[in-house]
C-alpha cells in the first residue's frame, strides 16, 4: 500500500531574536511539537530554511546537526532524563563531556546554578531530589555549555502546580538576569502569559498568532 505525506508544519515564518522567550501554545496535532524538532535540529525539515547562527539546519547532515546541538542547543523536556546512578552534579557534566567541553566551570555557570537554588544539591542523586529539583537540575544540564537557545517541550508537565511555579520562575529569570533565549511549548495559557512576552498559537500546522 502506498504511503499518505502528512504536513506537520506548512508556510511556517518565525523568527526568534537574541534574548527573547516565546510561549508556543496549541492543541495536541496542531505541529508546535514538530516546530520544536526542527528548531532543535533532531528532525530535518522536508523544505523550507531552519537557521541557527547563520547556518542552515536544512542543508547539513545528521553529523553536522549533531554538533550544531552540542554547543548551540539546550533541551528540557517533560520527562527529566537524569541518569539514576549519577549525582545531580554529575548529571550536568555529562553534558559538557559530550560537547567535547573540557574547560574549568564558569563564573557564569555558577551563577546560574545559584538562581537555580541548586548549589546544596549537586551531590544528591535523583531518587532524592522532588521533581521541581529534578527538572531543575535538567535545565542546568540543558544550559551548562552557553547555548544560543533554549527549548523546553512542556517543561512543567509532569510537576505539582507549586513546583510548576518554581520552574517557570527559574526559567524567567534565565532569560530576564542572563538573557538566555528561550523557546518554550506548552497547552496552560496561563503558564505562557506569565513568562513569555511573546506569544505564538499553532493549529493543524500553521502559525495562527504570533504576539511579535
Not at 567541553?101 to 542523586?125: A, C, I, M, T, W
Amino acid at each position: 500500500m502506498g504511503g499518505v505525506e502528512v504536513h506537520a508544519l506548512r508556510g511556517v515564518d518565525l523568527k526568534v531574536e537574541p534574548g527573547e522567550f516565546i510561549a508556543i501554545l496549541g492543541p495536541s496535532g496542531s505541529g508546535k511539537s514538530t516546530l520544536f524538532h526542527v528548531v532543535g535540529g533532531l528532525t530535518p525539515p522536508t523544505s523550507g530554511i531552519v537557521r541557527i547562527e547563520g547556518q542552515d539546519l536544512a542543508g547539513m547532515t545528521e553529523r553536522q546537526r549533531t554538533e550544531l546541538r552540542r554547543h548551540a542547543v539546550g533541551f528540557v523536556f517533560q520527562k527529566f532524563n537524569l541518569l539514576p546512578t549519577l549525582t545531580a552534579s554529575e548529571n550536568i557534566e555529562i553534558a559538557r563531556d559530550i560537547a567535547g567541553n573540557h574547560q574549568p566551570l564558569s563564573h557564569y555557570f555558577k551563577e546560574v546554578v545559584k538562581v537555580l537554588g541548586l548549589s546544596n544539591r549537586l551531590d544528591h542523586k535523583p531518587y532524592a531530589l522532588s521533581g521541581g529539583e529534578q527538572q531543575r537540575v535538567a535545565i542546568a544540564r540543558a544550559i551548562v555549555n552557553h547555548p544560543r537557545i533554549l527549548l523546553a517541550d512542556e517543561p512543567t508537565g509532569n510537576l505539582d502546580t507549586a513546583n510548576s511555579e518554581l520552574v517557570l520562575n527559574t526559567l524567567k529569570q534565565l532569560n530576564e538576569e542572563f538573557g538566555q533565549t528561550v523557546l518554550m511549548i506548552t497547552h496552560n495559557p496561563e503558564a505562557a502569559e506569565f513568562v513569555s512576552k511573546r506569544r505564538i498559537e499553532m493549529r493543524d500546522g500553521l502559525v495562527t498568532h504570533d504576539d511579535y
